[in-house]
T-cell receptor, first 111, second 113 residues
């Protein structure tokens, strides 16, 4: 059974601080890695994707991938109250686009 | 900015009835997907669709489910005889290629009574 694991949280982060979210996956054949943000009652919104080992930065977000350790992370710098949401890690293997999702980490940014 | 749209936003149906959920993927995308999310649970893959045929489906996607691209823009999910446990948010997604990022629609909340 291929698994994607995330800490459920909630992760409480002071406004302006860095939020660090982690995700591990079991399928060594996984090729692509995605972070989605999901507000309560809404659909997943793509915020980052990463395909190669290392770091990828986009604005306040940095995704980090280590395929040897089967680990992907997301850093949110200068956290804002609007960043309060559930962050979903999604992994794609070598199949026809199927994404496997983790259960999500709830982030709460406190003013 | 192009986006995936879905209708209806909320569908209430009685157990045993057929429902059709509709999606309009992003226009230049070639791969289409359906996912569902039961309240408080993970987003789960149902089916992927490419070149007018199913390319992959999950164990959830049994004979009660079917997908269709009836014209050049719509992509539908049909549930033939709904069960109480089909109550969930159903999300349509699309991508340019199989390896590319997937963009999700706003979802249809299906309530089976």
């Amino acid at each position: 059974q291929k698994e994607v694991e995330q800490n459920s949280g909630p992760l409480s982060v002071p406004e302006g601080a860095i939020a660090s979210l982690n995700c591990t996956y079991s399928d060594r054949g996984s090729q692509s890695f995605f972070w989605y943000r999901q507000y309560s009652g809404k659909s997943p919104e793509l915020i980052m994707f990463i395909y190669s080992n290392g770091d990828k930065e986009d604005g306040r977000f940095t995704a980090q991938l280590n395929k040897a350790s089967q680990y992907v992370s997301l850093l949110i710098r200068d956290s804002q109250p609007s960043d309060s949401a559930t962050y979903l890690c999604a992994v794609k293997g070598d199949s026809w686009g199927k994404l496997q999702f983790g259960a999500g980490t709830q982030v709460v940014v406190t003013p | 900015e192009p986006e995936v749209t879905q209708t209806p936003s909320h569908q209430v149906t009685q157990m045993g009835q057929e429902v059709i959920l509709r999606c309009v993927p992003i226009s230049n995308h070639l791969y289409f997907y359906w996912y569902r999310q039961i309240l408080g649970q993970k987003v789960e893959f149902l089916v992927s669709f490419y070149n007018n045929e199913i390319s992959e489906k999950s164990e959830i996607f049994d004979d009660q489910f079917s997908v269709e691209r009836p014209d050049g823009s719509n992509f539908t999910l049909k549930i033939r005889s709904t069960k109480l446990e089909d109550s969930a948010m159903y999300f349509c997604a699309s991508s340019e290629g199989a390896a590319d990022e997937q963009y999700f629609g706003p979802g249809t909340r299906l309530t089976v009574t």
